[in-house]
C-alpha cells in the first residue's frame, strides 16, 4: 500500500530552502573548494597518523559524493587543501553545538587570520580566483569526542551581513560522544551536503512518524544513517533535490521539512 502524505502549506513565514542556494557552498555541482582544519586542545595534539586518516576519509567522502552526482547526470569536481597538518593549530574553543549561532560563524574567521586572510570575503574571493572553484567549503576536524554537526548559512544571516556569514563550515570530532568510535567518511559527506542544503531525515516528531516514513521510502539515504559503509547509502530523491541534483521537486517533499524553529543540523 503506497504511503500518505499530507503536504505542509506553505504560510507566510515559511523558511523552508533558507539554506538552499545560498553562502559559499550553493549547489552540489561543478568544481568545490574543501579546506580542512584541524585543531585539537593542547593536552591532546594531533599524530601525523591520525590526520593522515582523516584526509583519506574526506577523499573517500568526495569520492561518493561525485559517484552520487553522476547517478543524477550532474558532473562534481573537488580541490583539496589543509590547515594544521602538522598538528601546530592547538585550540580549546571551538565551538559546539550547543553555542551560539554567531560564535560557529565567527570561529572560520579566526581560523582564516590564522592562515593570512584578513576575512572570509578575502578567502572565498581567493578560492575563485586562485583556485578557480565555483563554490567552497570548509571542514574543521578536532581531535575529541562530540557531536559532529554542520552551519550552513541562512538566506537570513546571510541577509544580515553577506561579508560575515559567507563561509560555510562543519565541524567533525574525531570520536562520537562518550566512545572509542571514530568519524567514518559516511558523517563527512552527511555533514557536508547540509552545507548544500540537505535536511536530516531522522529528526523526527514525537511519535516517529517522519523516520518511520523515511525508513519505508528512504532506507538507504545517507541523512537518515551516517554510521555505516558510505559505499552502502544514497542521496535520497529530496535531498538530490535541495542540493540542487535533481531540478524538479515534487510538492510532498516538503512533508520532511525539519522544524525549523528546533533543528540543528547533525
Not at 573517500?60 to 559517484?67: G, I, K, S, T, Y
Not at 573537488?78 to 565551538?95: C, I, K, Q, W, Y
Not at 539515504?221 to 515534487?250: F, P, R, T, Y
Amino acid at each position: 500500500m503506497p504511503i500518505r502524505i499530507k503536504v505542509k502549506p506553505k504560510g507566510p513565514n515559511d523558511t523552508s530552502e533558507s539554506t538552499i542556494n545560498i553562502g559559499s557552498a550553493k549547489r552540489l555541482s561543478g568544481k568545490i573548494f574543501v579546506l580542512s582544519v584541524f585543531v585539537a586542545p593542547y593536552s591532546n595534539p594531533w599524530l601525523p597518523a591520525d590526520i593522515e586518516r582523516q584526509k583519506q576519509k574526506v577523499f573517500e567522502a568526495e569520492r561518493w559524493l561525485r559517484v552520487q552526482a553522476l547517478r543524477y547526470g550532474k558532473n562534481v569536481e573537488f580541490v583539496n587543501s589543509a590547515f594544521g597538518a602538522d598538528g601546530s593549530f592547538l585550540d580549546n574553543e571551538m565551538p559546539n553545538v550547543y553555542d551560539s549561532v554567531v560564535k560557529k560563524f565567527l570561529y572560520p574567521s579566526e581560523v582564516l587570520i590564522k592562515m593570512g586572510f584578513r576575512s572570509k570575503e578575502a578567502f572565498v574571493d581567493w578560492v575563485r580566483a586562485k583556485q578557480g572553484c565555483t563554490q567552497c567549503l570548509a571542514i574543521v576536524f578536532s581531535n575529541t569526542q562530540g557531536r559532529s554537526y554542520a552551519s550552513p548559512i541562512t538566506k537570513e544571516l546571510y541577509a544580515y551581513d553577506s561579508n560575515e556569514f559567507n563561509l560555510e563550515c562543519c565541524f567533525l570530532y574525531r570520536y562520537h560522544t562518550g566512545t572509542d568510535i571514530e568519524t567514518n567518511a559516511a558523517a563527512i559527506a552527511h555533514e557536508m551536503l547540509h552545507l548544500f542544503g540537505a535536511w536530516d531525515l531522522y529528526e523526527d516528531d514525537d511519535n516517529h512518524t517522519r523516520a518511520r516514513k523515511t525508513v519505508v521510502m528512504f532506507p538507504n539515504s545517507i541523512m537518515l544513517h551516517s554510521h555505516c559503509d558510505i559505499w552502502e547509502l544514497q542521496i535520497d530523491e529530496i535531498n538530490a533535490w535541495l542540493v540542487g541534483l535533481k531540478e524538479q521537486g515534487k510538492d510532498w517533499y516538503r512533508w520532511f521539512e525539519p522544524d525549523q524553529d528546533n533543528y540543528e543540523c547533525e
